[in-house]
């Protein structure tokens, strides 16, 4: 095959074999530069598109699995409680013979690792969020299994919490794609993630072994803010293994790279870290104040560290930075709503009762006497009922409404 090479030039580039008065006959190959390019442009889109969608499905499951997880091992609690078995808060372990508390732990599992998996498919600042759908989850499916009271401003927050997470799935940014290890370790040795991690474990070690004597027993924030700057690192090799996993499954030599036994070990270490001083802020401090507090700091800490390491929040525009943080701030605001006021009994129904007690009493000398009347007396009518409905319902001790959930005593 020859053609005639000659400088014409038209739309779309440089003519090649056309007539000309001179030119030179070469061998040519025709090559569509444009639209392999093209092709592989759009396939790699949509390879992208297909690994979003799928991380959000992994993390929206995981939600359901774990906060169901709570609701099985509950039931299985009580259910031995009912039968007069050695409770696990005074040391026995008859739940390892209850079905129920298995069924718990194996949802538990699958939960976790559909996070996990998650996590090498979608982007961490989408992830990382939706685990707040877990406490959701968890605080609906307690009032209908576990008769537990969700009250007006629970049923607010789980609304709050439901459009906070699908703004922020709307508004999700699309990090930087990193498709192997070798690309994970170039992004771990960035200027600007080593200053991060730096800072990171200094702060750590700092609160672990000044701050934590002398006001871990005091004050709630030392113990959850260690828990938070560790967990952002501890998410980061999540990640890393993540996309390791998948090379193993496309047969690379995974095993072979030390950046995988690193990032394990890191993983190990860090996780260690996140259980022990959780525990600990649990055991000292009211559920349900660290629970939201817990989850503001640690979601805020894997926010920066997925911006520096990822660099997600680079190409995306500022009605998505908006809509991004505005989603998490109505996620933080709904999680405070269920867990603040879970003791408080009120209602559409109680609201409505008050409104008319108040009128009936009229106004007094500042308007707010007959106020602070009603309501006190509308909440003792409402806290002796329910205490009324535990004695009659629950056959054994006590029951306490620690994180949402009723915990036999």
């Known amino acids: 095959m020859s053609c005639n090479v000659c400088s014409v030039s038209y739309e779309n580039g440089i003519a090649v074999g056309q007539d000309c008065s001179s030119g030179l006959n070469l061998l040519c190959v025709a090559v569509n530069v ?5 092709t592989d442009t759009t396939m790699g889109q949509d390879r992208g598109k297909y ?60 939960g976790e690792a559909a996070n996990f998996a998650a996590y090498a498919f979608a982007p961490a600042t989408l992830v990382t969020p939706l685990g707040a759908l877990s406490v959701l989850v968890s605080a609906v499916l307690s009032s209908y299994f576990l008769m537990e009271r969700l009250n007006l401003h629970g049923k607010l927050g789980c609304l709050l919490s439901i459009l906070g997470s699908i703004t922020m799935v709307i508004h999700a940014p699309k990090e930087e794609e990193i498709d192997s290890l070798k690309d994970m370790a170039k992004k771990l040795v960035d200027p600007g993630f080593v200053v991060f991690a730096t800072a990171v474990i200094i702060v750590a070690l700092i609160f672990i072994f000044v701050v934590g004597p002398r006001h871990g027993q005091t004050n709630i924030l030392v113990y959850i803010t260690i828990c938070s700057v560790i967990g952002a690192l501890s998410v980061s090799c999540v990640k890393g293994l993540g996309i390791a996993i998948k090379e193993a499954i496309a047969g690379k030599p995974v095993v072979q790279n030390p950046l995988a036994w690193l990032l394990i070990l890191s993983l190990i270490a860090c996780v260690s870290t996140q259980i022990n001083y959780l525990n600990k802020a649990l055991d000292i401090f009211n559920t349900s104040l660290v629970t939201p507090i817990y989850y503001v700091f640690f979601t805020t800490s894997v926010l920066s560290c997925s911006a520096i390491l990822f660099k997600e929040w680079e190409h995306m525009g500022a009605n998505d930075i908006i809509g991004t943080l505005s989603g998490f701030v109505t996620i933080i605001v709904g999680i405070f709503l269920l867990h603040a006021f879970k003791d408080i009994s009120i209602s559409l129904a109680t609201l409505a009762v008050s409104i008319r007690k108040e009128e009936k009493n009229g106004p007094v000398s500042n308007g707010m006497a007959a106020h602070n009347h009603s309501t006190y007396e509308l909440l003792h009518n409402e806290v002796t009922e329910d205490i009324d409905d535990r ?13 949402g959930t009723m915990t036999v005593s």
């Open 51 to 110: 690994d979003f969608y799928i991380g959000l499905g992994l993390a929206i499951s995981s939600s359901i699995f774990i906060g169901g997880s709570f609701i099985l091992k509950k039931k299985g609690l009580l259910r031995l409680a009912r039968k007069g078995s050695m409770r696990a808060g005074q040391g026995g372990h008859a739940y390892l013979k209850e079905w129920l508390w298995w069924a718990g732990l194996l949802s538990m599992g699958a």
């Open 391 to 403: 004695e009659m319902g629950l056959p054994f001790d006590s029951i306490s409404r620690r994180n």
């Open 34 to 38: 444009t639209g392999q390019n093209s």
